[in-house]
């Protein structure tokens, strides 16, 4: 494909994933802080944090495969519109019911107005999906770090703009115009896409993939590349750290400011993401991410340990900007790993699955902690026992059970990450990702619109993993069979290529492709 086209086409789904994830986090973070200040409930607040990764769960293996049936652009406009009706439907609840019904925790009109607006933040994964592959296909494998480096830095503008915006819609205007402003920056996503043509072919259909959910092709992709199960499991482990940190953060940051400043202090916490996302995109991650990944997560389990030690704003916000800055190389890291040993034909059920399979697990963490640390923990820190046991590492205030556990989260992180590097599976991976082949993408030719663009030397129609499986006497050729006896000792099956965060993306082949497992695994 013509290198300026695809340039244009990535810098424009850059500024509209920048607008779309504003637009959603803005809302999502907005419910968080109502709940909270009206309830003071820590529980309600995890109960929403674990059923938006729940639903993550429950359809990101679907959007894979809707990723890898259609054109990217279509899928960025589904998402658009189902967003923008979530938002809607939202405001009229809040319109016909008022505050009173929705706050009150023990009726149904609370629970039905939150999973409204997490369904409408939840079908931003799917546009999350579906950018991964498009780095893939629009950028040379040689840039795809530095590429997953820039989607870092517009997701992490995005979480400042909203961390800002968030806390002071809640703060001055209230939850009604801050739906309405949802609802209308929405509209206006879908808009500007409208007007942006991504230069792809028309994807082939895969007649071994007939259901909405292609599990069977995900689990072929796992099973041929050793190693990549054992980071799957890997990254859903860390999910599952991930999840205290998920149900606890706002809560005690609420504890230490109001509304207004406790956004203003996410806000500079998320410069955390421009900068870690930019010295992606200016260095790279070197040679080998996976080992950047695993570096990555022994220093967040760190700094996740000892950013509550105390009581003390100043901590607790340097803290979050170092973390902060640790995400975007750690999503960078994965995505590009699945990027180059994923065969772009099934990129989008990889990283499907891989979301779904980490998602699935913060939920129950988040799930069990906000119970756990409501009734038990909290209580039993503010006593004089608790007190005496761990004010010598804890000192004293208000959120001293939120630290305690925190910090457990942590130091268990950093072992789990520092036992990896020692595992066979990690030493098969990095190896299969110095070897795996360039990837092979399909002829853009038949691209619609007027964005479409002739094909250049790096859109081929070489046989990839689908159309292998269609016509095996194709699949047969010497040139597909090079490419077969490459990856095959390696483990993997062919040519492939995750991560986000969503957090990511995920790829994979009918016979091989590695997935979102990589990325987890790092």
Request: net charge negative; proline share 5%; charged share 15%.
């Amino acid at each position: 494909m013509d290198r300026t086209a695809a340039k244009t086409a990535f810098t424009n789904v850059l500024i509209n994933t920048l607008i779309a994830n504003v637009t959603t986090s803005f809302l999502w973070f907005a419910l968080t802080f109502w709940v909270y200040i009206e309830t003071k409930s820590v529980l309600a607040t995890g109960v929403i944090g674990g059923a938006y990764m729940l639903l993550i769960a429950f359809f990101a293996m679907i959007f894979g495969t809707m990723v890898d049936r259609h054109r990217k652009h279509t899928v960025m406009l589904i998402s658009s519109v189902i967003s923008a009706v979530a938002f809607l439907v939202a405001g009229l609840l809040y319109v016909w019911q008022g505050e009173g019904a929705l706050l009150d925790l023990g009726g149904p009109w609370f629970w039905l107005f939150a999973l409204v607006i997490l369904c409408g933040g939840v079908i931003e994964q799917l546009r999350n999906i579906a950018l991964s592959t498009t780095v893939t296909l629009l950028v040379e494998e040689d840039k795809r770090d530095r590429a997953n480096g820039l989607v870092g830095t517009v997701q992490g503008l995005a979480f400042l703009v909203t961390s800002v915006f968030s806390g002071l819609s809640i703060g001055f205007l209230g939850m009604g115009w801050t739906l309405a402003i949802a609802i209308a920056a929405m509209v206006l996503t879908f808009v500007h896409l409208l007007f942006i043509r991504i230069p792809e072919g028309a994807p082939e259909p895969d007649p071994h993939a007939t259901s909405a959910l292609d599990f069977r092709g995900s689990v072929q992709a796992i099973r041929l590349a050793p190693g990549l199960f054992a980071l799957i499991i890997f990254s859903t482990f860390n999910n599952l750290i991930g999840g205290v940190y998920m149900a606890l953060m706002d809560p005690y940051g609420l504890t230490l400011f109001n509304a207004q400043t406790w956004g203003f202090a996410l806000a500079f916490a998320s410069t955390g993401f421009l900068i870690g996302g930019g010295l992606v995109a200016k260095f790279g991650l070197g040679p080998k991410p996976m080992r950047t990944l695993l570096l990555i997560v022994i220093a967040m389990g760190l700094l996740g340990a000892v950013f509550m030690l105390r009581e003390w704003w100043p901590l607790y916000v340097v803290g979050m900007w170092l973390y902060m800055a640790l995400v975007p190389p750690a999503e960078a890291a994965e995505q590009t790993i699945i990027q180059k040993v994923v065969p772009f034909t099934r990129q989008g059920r990889v990283f499907g699955v891989a979301a779904a399979m980490e998602a699935a697990a913060a939920p129950i963490t988040a799930f069990l902690i906000a119970p756990i640390a409501e009734f038990l923990i909290i209580p039993y820190m503010k006593t004089a026992e608790g007190v005496a046991r761990w004010s010598w590492l804890l000192g004293e205030g208000e959120a001293r059970g939120i630290a305690l556990i925190c910090l457990f989260a942590g130091l268990i992180m950093v072992v789990v990450g520092a036992l990896a590097f020692f595992t066979k599976s990690y030493r098969t991976l990095t190896d299969v990702y110095a070897n795996a082949p360039a990837q092979e993408l399909p002829d853009d030719g038949a691209a619609e619109g007027p964005g479409a663009t002739p094909a250049d030397h790096r859109g081929t129609t070489a046989e990839s993993g689908e159309g292998a499986q269609r016509e095996p006497e194709r699949a047969s050729s010497t040139e597909t069979s090079a490419v077969r006896e490459s990856t095959s000792g390696h483990g993997a099956a062919s040519p492939r290529i995750d991560p986000v965060s969503a957090r990511g993306g995920r790829a994979g082949l009918d016979d091989g492709e590695p997935r979102d497992g990589d990325r987890a695994g790092g």
